[in-house]
């Protein structure tokens, strides 16, 4: 499955995107009157399978291939004795093939993720029913508008998140960092009719003046270019 990553140097986004937001929550307001947009953790998210794919490891009885494979390629000057010792030892030792030791790496691993990656939700949509029912206060909210070639540029870029019916695992052992990367944040589950926008999330941990429009219900009361 193929995932469009934002190009900035491209424009292969909107030129604004939008974020409903509750005008009574005075973090919410933040965003105008501090300049600062929350990056949520995944850990905080309805959905539980949002940034959190399933994951497939390998069997104990693949673990030798497995290392054999991965000390070829990362140690391409070894000898074939000296592969076949690293394959055998890692196979013995690593905690992929102890499952009490892999249920605690990947609980280590889920919280260190969770407290360090931060997720913004967008949408391409600022007139969505839907949406200004359940994220803007039942349409007595606030809907905020980027200028989306400045977002990503402050938080490194993003990408179009695509709804399925049935989540994929995360395969440990074929899937590359690109694609254990896309497939958790990327993938969401189908979910009616909150699903029928386009939605960009990105990790960030700051943000610049890229204020572009601002609606009160469905009433535009400021535009505010970069």
């Known amino acids: 499955m193929e995932i469009r990553i934002i190009d900035n140097k491209k424009n292969t986004h909107p030129n604004i995107l939008y974020k409903y937001r509750n005008w009574d929550n005075e973090l919410h307001k933040k965003v105008l009157t501090d300049n600062i947009l929350y990056m949520a953790s995944p850990r905080d998210f309805e959905d539980i399978h949002d940034c959190n794919i399933p994951k497939k490891f390998p ?3 693949e673990l030798y291939d497995f290392f054999l494979k991965k000390s070829k390629t990362e140690y391409p000057n070894r000898s074939r004795s000296e592969h076949r010792q690293y394959a055998r030892y890692w196979r013995d030792k690593s905690p992929l093939g102890n499952p009490i030791q892999l249920s605690q790496l990947i609980e280590r691993f889920n919280n260190e993720f969770n407290n360090k990656f931060g997720v913004l939700s967008l949408t391409a949509n600022y007139d969505n029913n839907a949406m200004w029912e359940k994220y803007a206060d039942n349409h007595k909210g606030i809907c905020f508008g980027f200028n989306a070639k400045s977002l990503f540029e402050c938080v490194g870029g993003g990408g179009e998140v695509q709804y399925i019916d049935k989540l994929p695992t995360i395969n440990f052992v074929d899937d590359d960092f690109l694609n254990k990367h896309v497939k958790n944040i990327f993938l969401k589950k189908t979910n009616g009719a909150l699903n029928k926008n386009t939605d960009y999330i990105k990790c960030g941990s700051q943000m610049l003046p890229i204020m572009k429009d ?11 270019s970069v």
């Open 59 to 61: 069997k104990k009885s």
């Open 214 to 224: 601002v609606y009160i219900s469905r009433l535009k009361v400021l535009l505010k």
